[in-house]
């Protein structure tokens, strides 16, 4: 093995000229279900990068890309794991097209850093993954990750107009292009987009822009129960008015938020903001009030702007303590709206015959449920938990309704027995399909190998 990763590193340098590309030290940073990588390379070009992947596939060895490494505990530990390959040497701006509402950077970007890019001209990419100072743009765009603002601005994939990636043979290709209507034959950025680095390493990426609203502003009201909360958030979705989030949280939810947020005591809290200019911001408020009252909403609770901001970003966060531990759970489902009460319900019950302490939130005008789950002392049964859980969510659907389940983290072992990706839920032909997708473009399976959905 060491002669090969010494033929490796003479290789790549040999093809790059970068001498500062590859590196043994840190590795154990760049762990993954308990296995580290023997290297760690960092290209400073899109050629670099696509020359590495090159020399990797003909050794033989796992590469992982690496944004900012803020899902390394989400997917199954990858087969073969050589090379993690950084993309924080891909982290400048490339264009900023102000009047066309663009924004072409390197996919090292952070998303807090893209933020401080398009704020002073009053735009936004309406990004809001979680810890937006350690998640990279590619990342984002490569999980799929949203956050409460997904109700507003769409899915994350939405927003990408443009990806230039490179292939675990070298190959490289541009997709989309710089215009809002860039498809005529099938649409690679979204089929990238959600494929955890499986199918190629995304290098560049053009974001779709926004104006930012004039002002901010919200409302949040207490409700007895979640089947209480969701029922309001279902009715404000119902009407003209158009929220930047909307997001129903529990009592332990609530509880985790952190300094400097507004109390919003109760036991289940719905919390609404919007975006407009002053009058308009006005009226929505008024609506959404009515709304909140006549829906049985208790102790209102006006937002102002930077507790509105504030908040966003403490929604789109985990839990921190106990709820980040390494033992601890953090679950999730998706699906229709009216569903919801069904997954807080599967929460619960899998927090209280699993052992756990259980903080749940939702983002309910997308239909995204999130339940993170806290050991009880020497009494819980992550299995348990999850099976629980995956099964009650998806009792009662009907074709097209069924819910999407996924394990978002959990003890490193729990993948040896379970579906992390909820994949065990698929029809057969889906999971064929998905396997003729990484053949055609990973035949090596050099990229993140058995790490995704059916271990591809």
Request: glycine fraction near 12%.
């Amino acid at each position: 093995m060491r002669a090969t990763l010494d033929a490796f590193v003479q290789n790549v340098l040999a093809d790059t000229g970068e001498g500062d590309l590859l590196t043994e030290e840190g590795v154990e940073d760049y762990a993954l279900g308990g296995r580290a990588p023997s290297l760690i390379a960092r290209p400073a070009t899109h050629e670099s990068a696509a020359r590495t992947l090159a020399r990797a596939t003909e050794a033989g060895f796992g590469v992982v890309p690496w944004g900012g490494g803020t899902g390394r505990r989400t997917g199954y530990p990858p087969e073969r794991y050589e090379v993690a390959l950084s993309t924080e040497r891909r982290a400048a701006a490339v264009d900023f097209l102000r009047e066309d509402l663009t924004a072409v950077v390197g996919a090292g970007m952070t998303v807090e850093a893209l933020g401080r890019l398009t704020a002073p001209e009053g735009q936004t990419a309406g990004l809001d993954p979680a810890h937006p100072g350690a998640a990279t743009v590619g990342g984002a765009f490569v999980a799929e990750r949203s956050g409460p603002m997904q109700v507003c601005y769409g899915r994350t994939r939405d927003r990408v107009m443009r990806m230039r990636v490179a292939l675990a043979d070298g190959t490289t290709h541009t997709y989309g292009a710089l215009v809002v209507k860039n498809v005529t034959g099938y649409d690679m950025n979204r089929l990238l987009s959600g494929s955890w680095g499986t199918l190629a390493l995304v290098t560049e990426v053009a974001v779709r822009l926004y104006k930012e609203p004039e002002r901010r502003g919200g409302l949040a009201a207490a409700f007895p129960g979640a089947a209480e909360a969701f029922a309001a958030a279902r009715t404000l979705m119902k009407t003209a008015l158009s929220p930047l989030w909307v997001e129903v949280l529990d009592a332990g939810r609530l509880a985790s938020l952190p300094e400097g947020c507004p109390a919003l005591p109760g036991r289940w809290r719905l919390a609404a903001a919007f975006g407009d200019f002053e009058a308009g911001l006005a009226d929505q408020l008024r609506i959404c009030e009515g709304i909140l009252t006549k829906a049985g909403g208790e102790d209102l609770l006006p937002i102002d702007e930077e507790e509105t901001r504030r908040l966003g970003g403490a929604f789109a966060d985990p839990p921190g303590g106990e709820f980040a531990g390494a033992d601890a759970l953090a679950l999730r489902a998706s699906g229709q709206a009216d569903r919801l009460p069904r997954f807080a319900e599967a929460a619960r019950e899998a927090a209280g015959r699993g052992g756990y302490r259980l903080a749940t939130a939702a983002h309910a005008g997308s239909g995204v449920l999130r339940a993170w789950l806290a050991p009880e002392v020497g009494s819980a049964s992550p299995r348990e938990a999850w099976e629980i859980f995956a099964a009650r969510c998806r009792e009662g659907g009907t074709p097209g309704r069924t819910a999407h389940v996924r394990l978002d983290a959990g003890p490193g072992d729990l993948g040896d027995s379970v579906a992390l990706w909820g994949e065990d839920a698929l029809e057969p032909a889906a999971l064929d399909l998905m396997r003729r997708i990484k053949r055609e473009f990973d035949p090596e399976r050099t990229l993140s190998p058995g790490r995704f959905a059916g271990r591809l």
